[in-house]
């Protein structure tokens, strides 16, 4: 894991349990004042509230416990490997695109943050500027060309 996703992840769970819980909690006790519980509506979406909360704390908790903070690679720089910003070029649409390869858990591609362990990632591992390969996606087969590599700072 990059170490920016590790703080990012640092930094919900913290949120998470020191201002989301405490006001759950708080509105769990004012619906649960109201009166019957199991008709309370109020309540019960609280308690539901309140039992997504907790499994996202205790999902955050594991992932941090079995987290690896990754700062090099054997891979020398003018390689892609972990943590690379890559620039592609799609052969078969001409489309560019640009990533950085992260862990699967702080995987967005949305947010240009591609998998390590995706077929695309995979794909990109060990491979230098300027040459090109193949990857077979759900879609049929793909040709990219590497246009750029750059680390991102840790």
Do not use: W
Request: net charge positive; hydrophobic share 40%.
């Amino acid at each position: 894991m990059t170490r920016a996703g590790y703080e990012k992840i640092l930094r919900e769970l913290e949120s998470l349990s020191r201002v989301e819980r405490p006001l759950v909690v708080r509105e769990l006790l004012e619906a649960a004042q109201e009166g019957r519980l199991e008709k309370n509506q109020d309540f019960q979406a609280a308690l539901a509230q309140r039992l997504r909360l907790e499994k996202r704390i205790r999902q955050l908790q594991q992932i941090l416990a079995n987290a690896e903070v990754l700062v090099g690679s054997n891979l020398p720089p003018t390689k892609v490997r972990f943590n690379s910003r890559v620039r592609i070029l799609n052969l078969n649409h001409g489309q560019e695109q640009e990533f950085i390869l992260v862990s699967a858990v702080e995987a967005d591609a949305g947010q240009g943050q591609l998998s390590i362990t995706s077929p695309l990632g995979r794909a990109l591992v060990g491979r230098s500027l300027g040459e090109c390969f193949q990857v077979q996606t759900p879609g049929g087969l793909r040709s990219y060309r590497i246009l750029d590599i750059r680390m991102e700072e840790t």
